[in-house]
């Protein structure tokens, strides 16, 4: 927000990250930093123009660690907490664009879906909803989440506007993959947003170019 201070939430040592990023998309060294804004008066995260902030800072010889300012309210700082990569997978959600063709092509897509999620879940011994996720595939809580940056980059406020623009944020979806996602519940999130979760999508062509500055942000939440 505009002559408000953002909320550091999370950074990223792309170092530590390379040797999971099989395909090379993530710029090999460098720190990504996510800041936040936080509404005191609802209070919660705030998704508005100028509300986030995604930082890639490449150099980090001369960084500097600076503490929240004396005059920040006490319920936006957040308690460190370390970070510990691990790899997992993730499948496209059942009603993405990517899987499009499928749900057309075969009746028994979903019975063939949901198992295969079931597999993931077997193999993974993972809580669905216990951890953060660098890059792969959204793991949605309602529709693709690539639909949400498009309803937001098309400024979509309204259910009559979706089923108007419907084919357009269809395509406009596909622009977008996802950079970030951070869980709310049972994590240091959880004191604002619920159970909701923060989503980062960025252009993969922003992203080969280390371009951080068009990134866009979404939630989700039951």
Known sequence: MDNEFLTFCAQYNLEEINIYDVS????????IYVFIYIDKEWPGFLN?????????????????????????????????????????????????????YFQDSYE?????YDSTYEYIQHLTELDID????????DRS??????YSFAEIE??????????????????LSKK?????????????LDKFGGSSTIYFGIDPKDLKMKNFDNVIMA???T
């Open 141 to 146: 809580i309602q529709s693709s989440v690539t």
């Open 108 to 112: 028994d897509f979903h019975d063939f």
């Open 154 to 171: 098309l400024e979509i406020t309204s259910q009559d506007e979706w089923n108007t623009k419907k084919s357009e944020i269809l395509e």
């Open 176 to 188: 977008y993959q996802l950079l970030l996602q951070l869980e709310t519940d049972g994590n240091n």
């Open 219 to 221: 939630f989700q939440g």
């Open 24 to 31: 090379n998309k993530l710029p090999a060294s460098g720190i």
């Open 48 to 100: 508005k123009k100028n509300s986030y902030k995604v930082i890639f800072q490449e150099n980090t010889d001369e960084l500097i660690r600076t503490e929240f300012p004396l005059n920040y309210f006490s319920e936006g700082i957040f308690e460190p907490s370390k970070i510990e990569y691990f790899e997992s997978y993730t499948m496209p959600d059942d009603e993405s664009i990517i899987l499009k």
């Open 130 to 137: 216990s951890f953060h996720q660098v890059l792969g595939y």
